[in-house]
């Protein structure tokens, strides 16, 4: 205690210096991990565990205090815990080994009333990435997939996608958990399935199919991160299902969805090609359209995309105001919106065209920033506006961002080039920029002039006149360049200037760098072929220069070009062609937008912003020529229904008791299998009903039981042998021995939370006396052929808590082969039915066992179904007797008397027989009872007395009979709420103890 | 979605990693960095850098850079909002959102990078949710907090979470029942070297603090409504009667919110309030620059124009300003040539003025431009565009709550070329 204490103490001093350096960080690692080893005090640990969090904030490594932090985490103390959990996440995958120690503690938590930490449990559970505890994590996944909180089931959304990314093997489970949720109603989840859905299977569009009005209606009201992901999905998915409403001559027939939707758009009636607008597609833009009213950035800009890429075009102009919105919002956000609505302004002008001016550009911009206004006031450019956006071109020029400035003269130059009325403007303004003071400007317009130039066939010998003048003050390489080269290739034009600059240039060539060296070179060529007679002299001095120059590119240029032009007893047959070669006229460059192909991909994506692809992006499809299937969409509207009472159904009476006899089955039925063993909203219901029931452990482990068994056999194992390799190294004794404490302590934690978490008074047992009898189904003469006969297995059945499980035996007793054996879908009683796979053949004499559920809902009415096969139909009903609708449950004698206290009056009934005296031996009576009800037999202290309890299959009733023996008469007492079922099952039991017989 | 987090201080160290799936290497960041390094301007920074495994998306708020790492294809924007989400709910909780303050509470700066994200994609971002997951650090309940030993995290799911209406948390009650509402505009203008408009635009917000008692379902209106241009709303106000009737009809979340914010239509003419007068002007060869500022108020509706400031960016051949303001003070940083005058309210009888002299380097050559002059300002009791509330009705409850509206008008991005 006093070392703790003092340790403790320790702690505090060392937590108030600034521990920057590592070897301080070190030292506050040591007392931290003696205070959590030896401290009991909650306050210590969670200072402690603050510390540690600062340390992971930090990125220091904190993993060796995993022992350490790992055992606090089924502390009470809330705080604690979720910074244990934070540590968890952090590290398990580093200490895998030692993070299976706490699986238990979340297991438990998965089941605790609380939703908050029912969700944080899976959270926790499934953030873990340990591959060992994939099958966990799938169990835990599909139980939370059916509870009764939305909070939990979005949780179970989510750890979908990170059991996917741990093992993508899980797939095709995933998937029908994902099926599952998406049928879910409740907006809390929708976002988050269809995350998961978009990361597990995206290609699965014929999971949408029943879901997508659903979702389209809930859109407005799904959390705003949910929305985007929606309609990316949906975006997706209408471009496969709906026809294209972009057609050349599109015109709108709109008045047949009129009375069903009173929309207010205008109404265009175009007989000859009529297009007619599915409804749903109708649907998903009426929906989405209130969304461009978000305060959410990333919900209008997914909104915009979706109308981009699906709306008829006369419809697009309602996104611009949006658009231009959001340009008022932060400097990264208006970076991606303005990408976009370049690229959207390329294909259609008209839409931003009014709003202009909001893409002025200010000097607080950041740069980026002033590039893509700039560009998409290029794009804007028409011969209406282009007078305005020249002069506010002219005001950017000046700007002292030079990038900028360089930026506009680009842009001019597409203006220029597009609207061939103002060429001349701008090339004039551009020739004034030439006295500019700044050389980049100057030497970007240069680039520009010579583009233009080479685009606009007239004279300009003026323009190259003037630049020849500039020439000696521009000292910018690729200005340079480009003025030779626009002297050389124009040197017809100005016969006087040009070999006075290649005097000049010869003079400065070996100080030039290396552009200008071969445009030198280059005007060189030129001006021998046109001008010989002046430049001979001074194109060899040329080429002799360039011929020792240390740069090899020249050097071969030079040498390609004597070749071709001086002509020598060596050169071939191409020297004839020098001229047509080098003078040949040359396409004019075309400038364009760098936007021009981002629309090739989605807008609003990453990879639009990068023009590359990134890796997950999903190719947005072409319209399909022809609409595929509507139908498919349409959802029967008692079909959702029913499966959510089925599942409220089954989350409600769920208990460990129905996964008994589950574990021979298949697992393809999820809900059933799983153990949760209290629910969550109703805990004011749990009070009033009887207490869930549970099997002992040892004894009966089954199934899910048995699986955890299994888990903590590993677990254990693993343990022990981290304890071996640790107790190795002398240094971990110490640590050792608290951590065998620890062993100890969580080996009693996991038999905690296998057996005894929940205290039962009530035991579900399995059944004392099986009937053999199998009544008759169908005979082979009605059956043509085909013979049925059914069996009480009185097990609990493993489709569905409420159900009584049945075993059907068919057999084919004609001569040929019968296919294709089912049961039909329609069950005209309303009983819900749970039908045997349907069998495909049955061969001649040979027969077959199946087994069914059938929730006969307390009641002795018959069951009516249609057993079919391929080709007929037979009407069958199954009467269960009143004693097949019941389990057995074993309780002590004392809750026996108790719970019949409370069922007295009304709900006791009670008989006076005579009995035959061979039956009055106990053996007999029990048997005779347990042969008519399937019930459990209680141990009696008292020897007259006989007691058996049992409950019924639906809705969890207690039954309880108890056999008082007053030779020779006895009083047969039936407490139960089901009082109707307690008079059925009273006068068969005065049937079978008076008669006499087996 | 997202993968990691790092927050990025200006000196370019990281001084908070939080990873929601496998751990990132820190070493990502040095894209970041270069790209950093590359930028003339911490604005200049990309927003998205690619790398060859991940992509870098980033903002930049209070000189810290919010790095976040994805791996795959992901709305830029949803990263982007997300991240401005964070910054909004850490200046909600500690009151400032800097360094320092990160770091001090480091512990619940975690908790609520926890909640808010679940593997990536965003669990709870309405602040009213979170606040009732995990409450505001205060001194007060520090200091109960070291006695008592409770926390700062609840237990029970946030009734938010699951009801209807998100954004309110039920069983509110106070003693007193306000409503105030801040109907606040900002002007966007630029305006050319003559005085005329080139574009002005009013974006305006209405900001609203509401206290009142249980489940309140207020309604708004306007004398104007049709001066609102376009519209973004609060997810609480109800799409629907704004459409048919021009209404905002909404249950209020539990106190401060933005309830709408709204764009005047471009078409409408923008009254300007305020007018600049400026003779600057640098000769060829001397080093002497004059510089002439004038200030004055037009179109005020006969309001005052307070909090008036006036910044340029001088150009970059400036070596010192030698300046007389006729009141307020100014300022000139050599090193990064910023001139801003704090002129304080207009006095319209005494026009304030900025005149002398600046000096340019030896040598440098006159700058092309002149400098641009960003304004700002501030008129109480008006709204610019002449929108007003007409009333403020309230049904469900039975108390009366004390209800009020201010009006203010503010410079947004408002530029003066010169």
Known sequence: MRNALVSAENLQLTLKTDFSSEEQALTIKHSIKQVMLESNKESLKLEAMKRIVGLIAKGKNASELFPAVVKNVASKNIELKKLVYV?????????????????????????????????????????????????????????????????????????????????????????????????????????SVVMAFEEVCPDRIDLIHKNYRKLCNLLVDVEEWGQVVIIHMLTRYARTQFVSPWREDAMFDENNEKAFYDSEEERKVEQTRPYIMDPDHRLLLRNTKPLLQSRNTAVVMAVSQLYWHLAPKHELSIITKSLVRLLRSHREVQYVVLQNIATMSIQRKGMFEPFMKSFYVRSTDATHIKTLKLEILTNLANEANISTILREFQTYVKSQDKAFAAATIQAIGRCATNISEVTDTCLNGLVLLLSNRDETVVAESVVVIKKLLQTQPSQHSDIIKHMAKLFDNI??????????????????????????????????????????????????????????????????????????????????????????????????????????ILMAPKPAPVLQSAFKDRDRFQLGTLSHTLNSQASGYLELSDWPAVAPDQSVRNVEVVEPQKNGNAVKVESRSESESGSESSSSESSSESGSELDSDSDSGTDQKKNTKPKPVQSKPVIKVRSTTEYKHALLLIIMTKYILIHIVLSISTQFFV???????????????????????????????????????????????????????????????????????????????????????????????????????????????????????????????????????????????????????????????????????KLMGMNESSATITMKPENVSSQSVNRKVVSVANIGVIPSSQENIYRFAGKTVSSGSLVLVSVALKDPDAVITINTEKTVIGSMLLRQFKTALTNSGP | MIHSLFLVNASGDIFLEKHWKSVVSRSVCDYFFEALERATEPENVPPVIPTPHHFLINVLRHRIYFVAVIQSEVPPLFVIEFLHRVVDTFQDYF???????????????????????????????????????????????????TITGSTNVGEQLPTGQLSVVPWRRTGVKYTNNEAYFDVVEEIDAIIDKSGSTITAEIQGVIDACVKLTGMPDLTLSFMNPRLLDDVSFHPCVRFKRWEAERILSFIPPDGNFRLLSYHVSSQNLVAIPVYVKHNISFREGSSQGRFELTLGPKQTMGKAVESVLVSSQLPRGVLNANLSPSQGTYTFDPVTKLLSWDVGKINPQKLPSLKGSVSLQTGASKPDENPTINIQFKIQQLAISGLKVNRLDMYGEKYKPFKGIKYMTKAGKFQVRT
């Not at chain 1, 926790?124 to 939305?150: F, G, W, Y």
């Open chain 2, 95 to 145: 009151g400032v959102c800097s360094e320092a303050a990160i770091k001090d509470n480091v512990v619940v700066v975690y908790e609520l990078l926890e909640e808010m994200l679940d593997n990536g994609f965003p669990l709870a971002t309405e602040s009213n949710i979170l606040k009732e997951l995990i409450k505001p650090p205060t001194i007060l309940r520090t200091v109960v907090n």
């Open chain 1, 475 to 580: 000292t910018v390489p690729m200005a340079r360049a480009s003025i030779l080269w626009l002297m050389g290739e124009y040197c017809e034009h100005v016969p006087k200037i040009a070999p006075d600059v290649l005097r000049k240039m010869a003079k400065t060539f070996t100080n030039e760098e290396d552009i200008v060296k071969l445009q030198i070179v280059n005007l060189a060529a030129k001006l021998y072929l046109t001008n010989s007679k002046q430049t001979k002299l001074l194109t060899q001095y040329i080429l002799n220069l360039g011929k020792y120059d240390q740069n090899y590119d020249i050097r071969d240029r030079t040498r390609f070009i004597r070749q071709l032009i001086v002509p020598n007893e060596k050169s071939g047959a191409l020297s004839k062609y020098a001229r047509r």
């Open chain 1, 735 to 901: 640590n050792c021995m608290c951590s065998l404490l620890h062993l100890c302590v969580f080996l009693a934690c996991q038999f905690d939370a296998v057996s005894w978490h929940v205290h039962v008074s009530l035991q579900a047992s399995s059944p004392v006396f099986v009937p053999e009898t199998s009544h008759e189904l169908l005979h082979r003469m009605t059956g043509k052929g085909l013979s049925a006969q059914y069996r009480f297995t009185r097990q609990p059945c493993i489709y569905g808590n409420s159900m009584v499980s049945l075993q059907l035996t068919l057999s084919n007793s004609s001569d040929q082969a019968l296919e294709n054996i089912h049961i039909s879908e329609k069950s005209s009683t309303g009983q819900n039915i749970h039908r045997f796979n349907a069998i495909e053949r049955l061969e001649p004499q040979a027969s077959v066992t199946v087994s069914m559920g059938v929730d006969f809902n307390d009641s002795t009415q018959a069951a009516n179904f249609q057993l079919c096969t391929k080709e007929d139909e037979f009407s069958v009903s199954i009467q269960p007797a009143v004693g097949e609708l019941l389990l057995p449950i074993t309780m002590s004698e004392a809750d026996f008397t108790k719970e019949q206290g």
């Open chain 1, 87 to 191: 540590y968890l996440v952090r590290y398990a995958e580093e200490q895998q080994d030692l993070a299976l120690l706490s699986i238990s503690t979340f297991q438990r938590a998965l089941k605790d009333p609380n939703q908050l930490i029912r969700a944080s449990a899976l959270r926790v559970l499934s953030s873990i990435r340990v591959p060992i505890i994939v099958p966990i994590m799938m169990l835990a996944i599909k139980e939370a997939a059916t509870d009764l909180s939305p909070y939990v089931r979005k949780t179970a959304a989510h750890a979908i996608q990170k059991l996917y990314s741990l093992d993508p093997d899980q797939k095709e489970h995933l998937i029908e958990v994902i099926e599952k949720l998406l049928k879910d109603k409740s907006t809390l989840v929708a976002g």
